[in-house]
């Protein structure tokens, strides 16, 4: 079965649809120049409404240890999320000081890409979970999120059976082929679900998730 999170939560609304619809993660971004960012204050009440239904993942770019103090405090996160240019140590660094499991978002154009970016998967120890995604446009304010698709037929230098999410572009029309092209155990979505970059649509969430659904029942 191929699991879903959604990323980029910041209504009540799109978080029911998310939880409805079977999505196994959450997003809440806490970025600013992000479309998709939160206050503490409404990322903590999002994740009160999220929590044992579906897992909460905070979204961070290159966060300093008082910052990350602060979301662990207020939101207590299932995941931490890092999409910066954040290395190997300092990844291993975080999780041992915050005791939270990780998702490392990695950009990718080439297998060598997604080889390196395999670098940070270490259970318990680096990264839970390796997020492999678009490298961002030259000029991007932003590390993810632009709703661009990569080459998906690289990730076939991940090994068999190893954990992964597949981001970057998928919308509820692509992500059934992008699934039969992967085996992808795990995708992601923000922008794709959106009528406007930061505006989930509850009907697009819905169709998603169906999609991925669906993809599974035919493979």
Known sequence: MTDTKICGIK????????IAGGARWIGLVLHDKSPRNLTLQTAAALAEQA???????????DPGDDRLADV??????????LHGQESA???????????????KAVGVTSEDDVRAGLEYYKP???????????????????????????????LSAVPVDTPYLL????????????????????VDVSSGVETKPGEKSTK??????????TAMETL
């Open 11 to 18: 209504t009540s609304e799109a978080l029911e649809a998310a």
């Open 51 to 61: 929590r044992g239904k579906v897992a909460i993942v905070v979204l961070l770019a």
């Open 72 to 81: 662990v405090r207020a939101v207590g996160p299932h995941f931490i999320q």
């Open 89 to 103: 140590e300092r990844v291993a660094a975080i999780r041992a000081a915050f005791g939270t499991r990780i998702i």
């Open 124 to 154: 318990g120890q680096v990264a839970d979970l390796v997020l492999f995604d678009a490298k961002p446009p030259s000029g991007a304010k932003v590390p993810g999120g632009h709703g661009i698709a990569f080459d998906w037929q690289i």
């Open 167 to 186: 981001a970057g572009g998928l919308t509820p029309e692509n992500v059934r082929e992008a699934i039969g092209l992967t085996g992808a155990p795990a």
């Open 204 to 213: 697009l969430i819905g169709d998603f998730l169906q999609a991925v659904k």
